[in-house]
């Protein structure tokens, strides 16, 4: 079978344990090239990993023709420009999450890659764990009967590192990250559930901050309805006191309870109460599963359960969740900017004025 080549745009830290060696320990797979803006940074972990090649321009990466795929771990602002430079360039394209900014920049990378005929393929790693498809397997063979109610809750404390106002993590600046923590964690949960129970086709959400330590909300609620009839809440607040990471699943028949990110036993509740529980240990590079999903697809083997299509959708969730709050962050910024431009104006007519050199 044909090897695939891979290079990766953003060798930070995400790609040390959770996805990075996949690409060079999957059997048919090959690691070739990596690419960071920092070159000393590029050059130590092309060397620790064991990888030919380094680069600091990412279309550098692309352009290299031992190159086939291109991994995008890069923050979210720039997923698009380098999934429609490496789609045009013929290049297999597997992006981290979120997918995007928005909706409409998941569609343009949809778009682009289907004209190219280059497929795409999203980090939504969760979707090839085993402790999710044993809940799926739950549900799917009718043991709790059928699906009616969701509810999700997560809330943790607000870290040390989100209170410094002058070096903020990029996770909570929108214009990077696309919006703050429920962005960047509970599109892992969205995910989850879009696979488990299929397509929400109706939300609402309220968005805001509670402690008003960075530009991104902190607090978020929501209601969905999935298109099978199944209705939905969930609540995510990241300056509590103490944590939580809960998500039941209801049927008319029993339910089943598990969290997105902890590694407690799912349990299974039947119809009399009783409980069965189930463990599962989660492999230390977590993203292997679902790459080795990615790489039976290209051999003709199977298929990748996260695609550009089904990543989207959890993109367009978040989008109507937030976009009230965007639009007030975004009035809010404007205004700032504004009373800014007014008040260096205000010193650049006094100094004329006065004849002072600013």
């Given amino acids: ?118 497929p795409l393929f999203v980090a939504y790693y969760r979707r090839a764990l085993s402790r999710f498809i044993k809940v799926k397997e739950l549900i799917d063979s009718g043991a709790i009967g059928t699906p009616r109610i969701v509810n999700c809750l997560f809330y943790r404390e607000m870290e040390e590192c989100y209170k410094d106002h002058d070096n903020l993590p990029w996770l909570v600046k929108p214009e990077i990250s696309g919006g703050g923590l429920f962005v960047d964690l509970a599109c892992h949960t969205l995910d989850i559930l879009d696979f488990l129970l299929g397509k929400i086709i109706s939300v609402k959400g309220h968005a805001g901050f509670q402690e008003d330590a960075y530009p991104a909300e902190d607090c978020v609620s929501i209601s969905f309805v999935f298109e099978k009839n199944i209705h939905g809440v969930g609540i995510w607040n990241f300056v509590s006191g103490t944590r939580e990471d809960r998500v039941e699943i209801v049927g008319n028949k029993g339910k089943v309870v598990f969290s997105t990110f902890g590694h407690s036993a799912i349990s299974y509740y039947d119809e009399n109460g009783n409980i069965e529980q189930y463990d599962f240990e989660n492999p230390k590079t977590i993203e292997m599963p679902l790459i080795q999903t990615v790489m ?17 959708r959890t993109n367009w969730v978040i989008d109507e969740v937030l976009k009230d709050y965007r639009a007030l962050y975004h009035r809010h910024s404007k205004r700032i900017a504004d009373k800014e431009k007014d008040f260096l104006q205000s010193e650049t007519d006094f100094s004329r004025q006065h004849r002072i050199n600013p």
């Fill in 1 to 118: 079978m044909k090897k695939i080549r891979w290079g990766i745009i953003g060798c930070g830290d995400v790609t040390e344990v959770k996805s990075g060696p996949a690409f060079y320990q999957l059997e048919h797979s090959e690691l070739v090239a990596v690419m960071r803006r920092n070159p000393d940074l590029a050059k130590d972990f092309a060397q620790r990993h064991g990888v030919k090649k380094w680069y600091t321009d990412a279309d550098e990466l692309i352009q290299d023709p031992d190159v086939d795929a291109v991994y995008i771990a890069t923050p979210p602002a720039t997923h698009k420009k380098y999934t429609l430079l490496a789609a045009k360039a013929k290049k297999i394209v597997y992006v981290e999450k979120p997918m995007a900014l928005t909706f409409e920049e998941c569609n343009e990378m949809i778009s682009i890659c289907k004209s190219q005929n280059v």
């Fill in 296 to 312: 039976d697809q290209l051999q003709g083997k199977g298929h990748c359960p996260s695609t550009g299509e089904s990543a989207a």
